[in-house]
């Protein structure tokens, strides 16, 4: 090999132009995630999903950590047995969270069901409002209905701090029975107050009460039996009984809330034998499903009140109910009229609920949602209705009906007017399965029922089964929106989702916009202007290629493999359909995963360039560090380093490139999984998972991007000094000569970088294995296979395992260096020069020799 013909050597601008597509690689699919992904402001919480059977409910409090934005105040129920991992009915408590950020300001473990959870005045003098808490008690273990077993007569009923969730009352201060809902007044002959309570008292049967008692000690005042009664305490919680602080002619009066009737009482004298005005409902059976107090239609200055009754009815099998409309001046019927469920019989189970719609004061119209659920054999339905209601007559202005086989969700006012027309808007909640996907998302759409014009549309994994609306979270000017889920709360602005780039949530998208672009510019300069002066011709690089087929179709199969996995993985989890949302689970994985994904490809030729721009460097520090060490062993033996005549074997075989991808392989994987299985317990992350796309499958997935498959891909740069130096000194044929001066023993000749592996080789072959096999114990990957309904998923599922887990390290491995070793092998000539000069320069002797030549006549036949 002639490589004396220049002593000045140019560094072959091949190593630019892959810089060059690296730039292009980290600004064109960066610029695809931010130019194309959205995120959306708000927040998520769900410190204690899968944890406890909760059933969370919300309320929201008054700004508590003065950051300017009211709070929200979170209680946990108990109403069914779940799949938690702490499965008990004695669970419960509640959570103050900020309105702004959801973190959590305060919390208050009960240990048992928290049932309700009602305003009081500022009972402490703290200027918050305090709250009125009904803890229920329940025994350890489920009924046979796979419900909490209540213990009737030992409730806990205290007043909480709503400021730091403190105690203000002490236990057994009011009364042990179940309250039901209850309204407070500073207005009382108390020094401090009343607090008006439907309660629950058990006897022969269950009797609701009107129990009046003073905060001021705890004792009872008044108690008026509403003659109403229910056999189990199910049937008392589950009710639509209600009190309900109600203006008439500037007073606050209680209305009550029957089964069978309602009743406006006067609150310094409540009596139901002597009430303001009552309505009983006769003839046929009716029960109360819902009510809402709706504006003032008719200029009184007081509001209506609407009632919803199911009623019984011989000439109709179908569900029939009555919508009527009260005075609520005087109680008189201003306007009634029925509707029909023509899928629901009569014994069908369903839940009715109503919300006033927000709209112009004054206007003497009431815009009332309706939704209405039941459940037809196995099947979940919604019927959506929102009337519009004036003195005497009633106009349907939107109806939906949404069918599912799971929980549909309810369509929720967003009580702020978005479009001008005076009228607010409405969120509905839809679920929807994107084409190939196995698994669905969640759609959150705000829009207009009076034209039908969409003003949002948010697709999460998280569910929506309650609403509250909140302050502005965005600075928008719009209110926004939060629901409870499956144990987690969810904050949503309701402005449509921005390109993350734009989006005010992710505040680095236009900085990084500039960075990306930048890169993509000077990528384009690299690989036009140094593509230009690259002096590898194309038959060359064919040809090398057809020398090196199998090394050439292993990096080619790899990059597939790898692309396909990544590919399958963003399709799985819906990443076209998904809104990222500040703190929600997904939003962390599909960062993370997609950020490791960019780097892994970018980092590609990027690692190629550095093993070939500096492998001649490298190569000669191991040089340097051989020498040294003979000077150490000067005096026992003869040391030299020499570089041996390689003839006319300028080109190395596939079997040997693919040798050279063991060590580099071993120390990824050392360092990959070292790197998990010790750090991810200390920041928290999941390291096994038991069904996929649950929580403990995201963090899972974050963690072993972030931990394991990055550092993996790191290890390549960080090492490029021992991986390339050593590549290039075999190339080169630079080896030692080691023989004892004086003891009887035969020389040695060894390459140097047989000496140098050897420093780690052993320790990195050891930790490869521990960590690799410790990983793989402690993930169970069945996860992937429960759950799917798809060939798709069962495909999914085998093939990530086998990919992205089981061959992550290898198929990382292969593809950067194999690429490597191609890009080195273009210019292993230019490189041998540069490291030959180098060591000229510090004194070595490059000059090829021979070094023995036991056979003058050739090498011998091999003997069969």
């Not at 008292?201 to 109403?228: A, C, D, F, K, W």
């Not at 926004?480 to 992710?506: E, H």
């Not at 080896?735 to 780690?760: C, M, N, T």
Request: hydrophobic share 40%.
């Amino acid at each position: 090999m002639n490589l004396r013909k220049s002593n000045n050597t140019k560094s072959q601008p091949i190593n630019l132009v892959l810089v060059g597509v690296s730039f292009l690689i980290f600004s064109g699919l960066g610029l695809i995630f931010i130019t194309q992904m959205e995120m959306q402001p708000g927040w998520s919480w769900s410190e204690y999903q899968a944890l406890y059977p909760y059933d969370l409910s919300l309320l929201e409090m008054d700004d508590i950590n003065t950051d300017g934005k009211n709070d929200i105040l979170v209680y946990a129920d108990i109403r069914y047995e779940d799949d938690a991992l702490n499965n008990v009915p004695q669970s419960g408590g509640l959570f103050a969270l900020s309105g702004l950020t959801g973190s959590k300001i305060w919390e208050r473990i009960t240990n048992n069901p928290v049932k309700e959870v009602h305003p009081v005045f500022d009972l402490d003098g703290d200027g918050i409002t305090d709250y009125l808490v009904s803890v229920a008690s329940v025994d350890e273990s489920w009924n046979e209905n796979q419900q909490p077993e209540y213990n009737f007569e030992d409730f806990s009923n205290l007043v909480i701090s709503g400021k730091n969730g403190s105690f203000v009352t002490p236990d057994e201060f009011f009364t042990n029975n179940p309250i039901l809902d209850s309204v407070s007044s500073s207005n009382t002959p108390d020094d401090i107050g009343y607090i008006y309570c439907l309660e629950a008292i058990n006897g022969t049967q269950i009797s609701i009460n009107l129990t009046v008692y003073s905060l001021n000690n705890g004792s009872r005042v008044i108690g008026l039996p509403t003659g109403e009664f229910e056999d189990y305490y199910w049937g008392a919680d589950e009710s639509n009984r209600a009190l309900i602080s109600f203006n008439r002619d500037s007073e606050d009066q209680l209305l009550f809330i029957g089964e069978t009737s309602f009743s406006l009482l006067n609150r310094t004298n409540p009596s139901f034998s002597n009430p303001i005005y009552d309505y009983i409902y006769a003839g046929e059976a009716h029960t109360i499903k819902a009510h809402e107090i709706i504006e003032d239609l008719n200029e009184d200055g007081v509001k209506e009140i609407l009632i919803i009754t199911e009623y019984d009815s011989d000439l109709s099998i179908n569900k029939k109910f009555n919508l009527t409309w009260f005075n609520g001046r005087n109680g008189s019927l201003m306007g009634s009229f029925n509707q029909s469920l023509s899928g629901a019989t009569a014994e069908t189970w369903m839940e009715v609920s109503t919300e006033e719609i927000y709209s112009s004061p004054g206007d003497n119209e009431s815009y009332v949602l309706i939704n209405m659920l039941y459940r037809p054999g196995n099947e979940n339905i919604i019927d959506t209705l929102i009337y519009k209601f004036r003195e005497n007559n009633k106009e349907l202005i939107f109806s939906k009906t949404i069918s599912d086989e799971h929980d549909v969700t309810p369509i929720f006012s967003l009580d702020d007017d978005i479009d001008g027309d005076g009228i607010s808007e409405v969120i509905s909640v839809e679920t929807v399965q994107p084409l190939f996907s196995p698994s669905k998302v969640n759609r959150f759409k705000v829009f207009s029922f009076i034209d039908d014009s969409v003003y949002s549309i948010i697709n999460t994994d998280s569910d929506g089964y309650e609403l509250i609306p909140i302050q502005d979270i965005d600075g928008d000017n719009r209110k926004d929106m939060v629901f409870s889920g499956w144990i987690s709360v969810l904050a949503l602005s309701s402005s449509d989702p921005q390109m993350l780039w734009i989006s005010p949530a992710f505040p680095i998208g236009i900085p990084l916009l500039i960075v990306l672009i930048t890169l993509g510019i000077l990528g384009v300069f690299l690989v036009i202007f140094f593509g230009k002066r690259m002096t590898f011709k194309k038959d060359k690089i064919r040809e090398g290629f057809q020398k090196r087929k199998l090394a050439t179709i292993v990096n080619i199969v790899v990059l597939i493999l790898m692309t396909l996995s990544f590919l399958l993985f963003l399709q799985t989890i819906n990443i076209a359909n998904k809104t990222l949302i500040v703190g929600e689970g997904i939003t962390e994985i599909i960062i993370i995963y997609l950020s490791v994904t960019i780097i892994w490809y970018g980092m590609l030729p990027l690692t190629a360039a550095i093993f070939n721009a500096f492998a001649p460097r490298f190569a000669f520090l191991f040089v340097k560090l051989r020498n040294f060490f003979f000077k150490l062993s000067k005096k026992r033996y003869h040391n030299e380093i020499v570089v041996s005549d390689m003839g006319e074997r300028t080109s190395i075989g596939s079997i040997i490139k693919l040798k050279r991808v063991v060590l580099p392989l071993l120390l990824s994987i050392a360092i990959g999984f070292y790197t998990y299985n010790t750090v991810a317990p200390i920041l928290g992350y999941s390291q096994s998972f038991e069904t996929f796309n649950g929580d403990d499958f995201i963090d899972f997935i974050a963690g072993y991007s972030l931990l394991c498959m990055l550092p993996m891909i790191l290890t390549f740069v960080i090492f490029s000094f021992f991986i390339a130096g050593n590549y290039l000194l075999d190339d080169a044929g630079v080896v030692y000569f080691r023989q004892l001066k004086e003891d009887r023993s035969p020389g040695d000749i060894e390459p140097i970088s047989i000496w140098a592996q050897s420093i780690i080789k052993g320790v990195a072959g050891i930790s490869a294995l521990v960590t690799f096999f410790t990983f793989l114990s402690s993930v169970d990957f069945t996860g992937f296979f429960i759950g799917g309904e798809t060939v798709i998923f069962m495909i999914f599922g085998i093939f990530l395992v086998t990919t992205l887990f089981w061959g992550a390290p290898f198929l990382v491995s292969f593809s950067y260096i194999l690429f490597a070793e191609e890009i080195m092998e273009l210019s292993v000539e230019e490189n041998t020069k540069r490291l030959y000069e180098i060591m000229e320069k510090n004194g070595f002797d490059t000059t090829p020799k021979k070094l023995i030549n036991l056979y003058p006549n050739g090498l011998p036949e091999t003997r069969d």
